[in-house]
């Protein structure tokens, strides 16, 4: 992945990062009507954000889709190709009901013949330990869009409670009752979660990348990742 591909993912993701409009603090200087609101269900937005379930992509799935829609690449350099011709000409000959046939024919002969070798017993085996290092890598490769996945899911989620915090903060450094060295703390926790979404984000559509084009149904495959 290059530097520029980089960057356009790590743009785009700054631009959608605003999936959830109440948990951002739009007025840092002041305190908002809808601040308050959001501090009226503060216990009931922060419990659902802690209990918040999320559904585990199938590494079995997604491999079993792949193993059966491989987009395979064909070896063509053990074909061997033969090619035979024949040029003539021949004359039909006489029958019993006509003496007088001197009818000639020119003929032309052409075919091509493809021949694959069988594989020997050696190259039985090496073909048979590649595709055993082929699965194993598939399944890494899976397990580690499947984790980073998560991950990703998991840092979105402490994001919104930092940013429910950060609104919390505001309110409570208003009254006096939180100091606002409290709310750079709070504040320093976003940008590092930010951070940390931007990053795993990258890995997470380099590892999808790859696992599309280990098939040839890269569209159905999406539906499952």
């Given amino acids: 992945m290059t530097k520029i591909n980089l960057i356009i993912i790590s743009l785009s993701i700054l631009l959608n990062s605003n999936d959830d409009i109440k948990y951002f603090d739009n ?23 802690v209990e918040e379930k999320h559904k585990v992509l199938s590494i079995n799935k997604i491999y079993t889709f792949i193993k059966n829609n491989k987009s395979y690449i064909h070896d063509y350099n053990k074909i061997l190709v033969n090619l035979n011709g024949a040029l003539g000409s021949k004359t039909k000959r006489a029958s019993e009901y006509n003496e007088n046939i001197t009818d000639e024919r020119n003929y032309y002969n052409l075919s091509i013949n493809l021949k694959y070798p069988f594989y020997d017993e050696k190259l039985k085996k090496e073909l048979h330990n590649e595709k055993i ?39 409570l450094q208003k009254t006096g009752i939180e100091y606002l060295s409290t709310r750079l703390e ?9 951070d940390e979404v931007i990053e795993n984000e990258i890995k997470l559509k380099g590892f999808k990348e790859q696992l599309l084009n280990l098939t040839s149904k890269p569209n159905e495959l999406k539906k499952l990742l």
């Fill in 27 to 49: 007025s840092p200087k002041k305190i908002t009507h809808e601040d308050k609101q959001i501090m009226k269900e503060f216990d009931k937005l922060a419990y659902e954000l």
């Fill in 186 to 194: 709070i504040m320093d926790n976003l940008l590092t979660t930010k």
């Fill in 133 to 171: 290092k082929y699965n194993e890598f598939l399944l890494i490769m899976i397990k580690d869009y499947v984790l980073t996945n998560q991950t990703v899911i998991k840092l979105k989620q402490k994001l919104k409670f930092y940013r429910l915090k950060q609104i919390r903060g505001k309110l």
